[in-house]
Structures are given as C-alpha cells and as structure tokens.
C-alpha cells in the first residue's frame, strides 16, 4: 500500500540518497563527484528542511521510502513572468525506484509541488529536467526556456 507524506529533517539522508541515484541514473557526473555532493548536500537539505525553504514529499510502499521529490521557495526579483511575484519555486530531486516507475507516482508528487506553490501564491516554478522526465513535465504545462548556465570549473 503506498502512503505519502510531507518530508522531515530525519529523511535529510533519504533525499541525499535519492538525489544521487537520480543524477546516477541521468549519467550526469562519475561517481567521486555525486560522492562529493552528497557529503555537501545532505547538511545542506537538513539545514533547508528546518528553514522551510525546502519543502519535501516521501512516497512509501508498506513504510519502505520508494519516491521523493522537493520544491525549494527562493526569493525572486519581479519578473515578466511574474511581475508582481517576488518568490519562485524550484522543483527538484524528483526520484522514483526503478521497479515503481511508469505508475504515476513522479506526476504525483510533481502536482504536490505545484500545489504548495499555488498556495503560497507561487506562480513560477522552474526544473532542470532528465531526458526521462521530459515528457513528465510536458504533459503537465512546463515549457522549455532560454536559460544558459556559466560553470566556473575547478583547476585541474
């Protein structure tokens, strides 16, 4: 039977753990570099679950953790977009285990992301998606953007 529930402090490790397995399975970085942002990150999302400035749902299947997803609020300059806004949500660590995928359960949480943000009066919520979950966010109203990234790049 699955159960869903809003996300603690005490899941900081599950949703690391997630995260890495979903950058893993993107093949986005070799395993020293999701090692490193782990270590990084789950103080991190510790620290941003007590703010409240991660906000994160937990799918169960008879207690075992099998999917997660979280919704960061950041402040946000006004915007076109939003020219009245001054906060964007930003979806991320959207992970469902391998053997529960293809059941509805990322578009799940997804809708519980966008309805918090609906009802803290969010109106733009942005992602970095896989090529996996495309079609995922499509189906649901997100749209491609212009956006560009500068990574500075460490010496080697």
């Given at each position: 039977m699955l159960e869903t529930r809003t996300a603690t402090a005490a899941d900081a490790a599950l949703i690391t753990a997630h995260r890495k397995a979903m950058f893993a399975d993107a093949r986005d970085a070799e395993?020293?570099?999701l090692d490193a942002m782990s270590?990084?990150?789950e103080p991190w999302v510790t620290r941003?679950?007590?703010e409240g400035k991660y906000l994160g749902w937990v799918i169960s299947d008879r207690g075992r953790p099998i999917a997660s997803t979280g919704l960061m609020i950041l402040?946000?300059?006004p915007h076109p977009l939003d020219p009245v806004g001054e906060l964007?949500?930003?979806l991320l660590n959207v992970f469902v285990e391998p053997k529960y995928?293809?059941?509805g359960l990322a578009h799940?949480?997804?809708?519980l992301c966008l309805a918090?943000?609906?009802r803290r009066g969010i109106r733009v919520v942005a992602l970095h998606s896989s090529k996996a979950g495309r079609p995922i966010y499509d189906s649901m109203g997100f749209e491609a953007s212009n956006e560009m990234f500068y990574v500075e790049r460490a010496e080697s």
């Open positions: 395993e020293p570099v270590q990084r990150f941003m679950l007590m402040d946000w300059a964007r949500g930003y995928r293809k059941r799940a949480l997804v809708k918090e943000a609906r």
